[in-house]
C-alpha cells in the first residue's frame, strides 16, 4: 500500500510541475442496493488521470471495499493504465484494455474476461493482448481481441472479437450507433457466444437532457432487463445520478444513486 501512495504522490508532482501534463480526475460515491439482502452499500472511487501532452497518459482507478472508508485495509487500485502515442500508432498497458463492444446494462451481453494486457490502436482498428500472468510470466497469454469502426451508410459500426486462448471459445459482437430521433441518440449491440450457441442484445437512448435509458435480452428470452439513469449536471464539474435496473423474469428492482466531483 505505501508503494501505491508512492506512485500517487510522485505521479501529481509531475504532473503539477509541468505544464504540459495536467492532473484531471473523478471522485465517485455510489449506492446501491443488494436485491438480496435488500440493504444498501455504499463505495467510493477515485480516478487520476494525467496527459503529458498528447504523447503519454496515466489512468489510475481506485476503490473502496464497499464500506466507504480510504484507510490503508480498503483502499485499492482497481485499474491502471499507462500509454503512449507516436506518430499515430497508441500503446497502453494496464488492466483495463479491453477492446470489445459493450452498452448499459449488459446483463445479456457475452463479456470476456481481460486482466493485464497490451493494447495497440491504429486508426480506428484496436488489438489487445492479454496475460494469464503479468507478473510471472508474460508469454502464456489469455486472450486476444480486436476491433474496427467505420461507417455505413452514415452510422457508426464496430465489429469486435475476443479469442480465450485456454478455452478456445470465441465472442462475436457489433455495435451500430448514430442513429438520431429528434434530441434522443439510439445504440444497439449484439454479440454471440460460440460456445455456449448464444446471442444477446441491448439496445440504449440517450438524451440531450442527461436521460439514459436501456433494454435487453436474448435468444432465449427476448426482454429480461429495463432498465436507466439521469445525470444532473451541478456546479464545477460535480455531477449527480440516480438510475434504477428491473428485471422482469425475477420481478427484481434494483435503484442506484451517486455523486462525482470532476477536477
Do not use: C, H
Amino acid at each position: 500500500m505505501r508503494t501505491v501512495f508512492t506512485i500517487v504522490a510522485a505521479t501529481m508532482i509531475a504532473g503539477s510541475a509541468a505544464a504540459q501534463s495536467p492532473l484531471s480526475g473523478e471522485v465517485k460515491l455510489e449506492f446501491k442496493e443488494n436485491p438480496i439482502s435488500e440493504k444498501i452499500a455504499g463505495t467510493m472511487n477515485l480516478d487520476l488521470g494525467i496527459n503529458v501532452g498528447s504523447i503519454s497518459t496515466v489512468d489510475l482507478d481506485f476503490g473502496s471495499k464497499g464500506d466507504g472508508s480510504f484507510n490503508g485495509s480498503s483502499l485499492k487500485l482497481n485499474d491502471w493504465t499507462v500509454g503512449t502515442n507516436v506518430y499515430g500508432v497508441g500503446v497502453e498497458i494496464g488492466t483495463d484494455n479491453s477492446v470489445f463492444v459493450g452498452a448499459e446494462g449488459e446483463q445479456t451481453l457475452a463479456s470476456p474476461d481481460m486482466t493485464e494486457s497490451v493494447k495497440v490502436t491504429v486508426g480506428a482498428a484496436q488489438v489487445a493482448v492479454g496475460f494469464d500472468s503479468f507478473t510471472t510470466d508474460m508469454s502464456e497469454l489469455s486472450n486476444i481481441q480486436g476491433s474496427y469502426t467505420t461507417v455505413v451508410q452514415g452510422y457508426d459500426v464496430t465489429v469486435a472479437a475476443d479469442r480465450n486462448l485456454n478455452t478456445d471459445n470465441t465472442l462475436v459482437g457489433s455495435t451500430v450507433s448514430g442513429l438520431q430521433f429528434n434530441e434522443t441518440a439510439l445504440s444497439g449491440t449484439l454479440t454471440y457466444d460460440t460456445d455456449a450457441e448464444a446471442f444477446g442484445y441491448e439496445v440504449v437512448a440517450e438524451t440531450a437532457t442527461g436521460i439514459t435509458t436501456y433494454l435487453n435480452g436474448d435468444d432465449t428470452d427476448t426482454l429480461q432487463n429495463v432498465g436507466g439513469e439521469y445525470v444532473y449536471g451541478l456546479v464545477d464539474g460535480a455531477e449527480l445520478s440516480a438510475g434504477a435496473n428491473y428485471n422482469i423474469d425475477s420481478e427484481e428492482f434494483t435503484p442506484t444513486a451517486g455523486l462525482s466531483f470532476n477536477f
